[in-house]
């Protein structure tokens, strides 16, 4: 008859390879995750910063290629790389170092700046309410689509306490962060508008954290304007996000 002390050994065994598994399974992962964005930073550097090159589409693209063709499953892939999910945290933290630096310039801009993003952050929700709604978007998706120039923590938390879907939030959020971060310095060019707070601005505000991240790339002095106007943009969001809800429900009814 076999003794409890045997299954203990086996299922202390079990657990010793599934722990080494999952450790092994985390360095590939979050190691080739690491040295692809690495890379894909020193294209885009090389590129002369073109919006084509941005990191976050060309690493993105690549990890895609990667797991499609190593037939790996992104369940398995976002478990493996969870470490790097959880420093998105203290990395955003950390966007207060370059804005305590730049802190007198920022003053200096404060009041227009907080309108300018005030007034997109209506814009963005408004523009989406009245687009969606012409094209006859269901009421579950037009609330996961209203906070997509919000960051990706506020955005999915307050449409979800509203009705949305986190899945839907996180889709649109991603692709606004994207195409903002492409289009921005190009739209602004056709403007002849040279100013590099505008542009940093304008990227936080209409790209968030992806646009916070190319500014912070070409230098901290404007990536601390863009992080304060997506701070700003995140703040407007949750504020604005229930008064758009309630007039959209009210208006249905």
Known sequence: MIDAHYWQSIMASAWQALSWSWLLYTILWSGLTIAVYLLAVQVYRRSGFHSLAIPVVTAGATMVVVLVATGTAYNDYAQSVA?????????????????????????????????????????????????????GVDETT?????????????????????????????????????????????????????????????SGLVAHAIGTAREMQQSPATGAFSALAMSLTALCTAVLLPLAVWLLRLWSH
């Open 142 to 202: 037009l609330i996961s689509m209203l906070p997509k120039s919000a960051t990706m923590p506020i955005a999915i938390q307050g449409a979800q306490a509203l009705g949305g879907v986190g899945g839907i939030v996180a889709l649109n959020v991603v692709a606004t962060g994207v195409l903002g971060a492409m289009m921005v310095p190009w739209l602004l060019r056709q403007l002849r508008i040279e100013d590099e707070v505008v542009r940093a601005a304008t």
């Open 83 to 135: 470490l790097l999910k959880w420093m998105l945290v203290p990395a955003l933290v950390l966007l207060a170092v370059p804005m305590r630096q730049q802190l007198q310039r920022l003053r200096a801009v404060w009041l227009p700046l907080t309108m300018a993003v005030l007034a997109g952050s209506a814009t963005a929700i408004a523009s989406t309410l009245g687009i969606a709604l012409l094209l």
